[in-house]
């Protein structure tokens, strides 16, 4: 079993940063990624970051690559999303995730456990 807790959600003004944390508890795999998405009402779920746990590899949205900045902490079983210049467009709930196969890792569907998101809102 693994479990997926989300922290650090918010509000903050326009031009403001964010630090989300993922804590995952649970079974250890050899080999997988964490990863980012976020929802807003009315959109689809968007990827926007993931990493290779034990090598580190990132991969971003093209259009998330300037702002948001995803790393890990091995002995925490952690990973975070800093996140930069927010705008009130960036207002979601922001999902960690866990896939045990991490090949197309901007899809959804390849992630097998999902926390329950943590909040953001962006004020103008």
């Known amino acids: 079993q693994v479990q997926l807790v989300e922290s650090g959600g918010g509000l903050v003004q326009a031009g403001g940063s964010l630090r989300l944390s993922c804590a995952a508890s649970?079974?250890?795999?050899?080999?997988?990624?964490m990863g980012w998405f976020r929802q807003a009402p009315g959109r689809e779920r968007e990827f926007l970051s993931a990493?290779?746990?034990?090598?580190?590899?990132?991969f971003y949205a093209d259009s998330r690559k300037g702002r948001f900045t995803i790393s890990r902490d091995n002995a925490k079983n952690t990973v975070y999303l800093q996140m930069n210049s927010l705008a009130p467009e960036d207002t979601a709930v922001y999902y960690c995730?866990?896939?045990?196969?991490?090949?197309?890792?901007?899809?959804?569907?390849?992630?097998?456990?999902w926390g329950q998101g943590t909040q953001v809102t962006v004020s103008s």
């Open positions: 990493i290779r746990w034990s090598g580190g590899s990132a």
């Open positions: 995730a866990l896939s045990t196969r991490p090949v197309k890792v901007a899809l959804a569907t390849t992630y097998d456990y």
């Open positions: 649970g079974r250890t795999f050899s080999n997988y990624a």
